[in-house]
């Protein structure tokens, strides 16, 4: 499996952006994809993940009902809609991926940054 996040930049307060992730599936299927983020001098915290087959989701208490997550399995691709941004959202974000038969995110996309300016 290989993961390619795009779409992040720089944005005002209050502002929205959607970040993309296009997933190359080959062999083991998917069960999660899952959002993350990491702030300057943080660690990496959990946003949001969707099950791949049923497209039930969760978030994270600090970005539900601003942020929402979707897949398109027809082109293979996981989107994380957000609206209202903060100044605390600013972080670098991955998708990432929970392969089929194991028990953790294990497949990690490259990030992309996210800037929210207050």
């Known amino acids: 499996v290989q993961l390619q996040a795009s779409g992040g930049g720089l944005v005002q307060s209050g502002g929205s952006l959607t970040l993309s992730c296009a997933v190359s599936?080959?062999?083991?299927?998917?069960?999660?994809m899952g959002w993350f983020r990491q702030g300057a001098g943080k660690e990496r915290e959990f946003v949001s993940q969707?099950?791949?087959?049923?497209?039930?989701?969760s978030y994270a208490d600090s970005v539900k009902g601003r942020f929402t997550i979707s897949r398109d399995s027809g082109k293979s691709t996981v989107y994380l809609q957000m609206n209202s941004l903060k100044p605390e959202d600013t972080a670098v974000y991955f998708c990432?991926?929970?392969?089929?038969?194991?028990?953790?995110?294990?497949?990690w996309g490259q990030g992309t940054q996210v800037t929210v300016s207050s």
């Open positions: 990432a991926g929970w392969r089929l038969g194991r028990s953790k995110y294990e497949v």
């Open positions: 599936i080959r062999g083991t299927g998917i069960l999660f």
């Open positions: 969707i099950s791949w087959s049923r497209g039930s989701t």
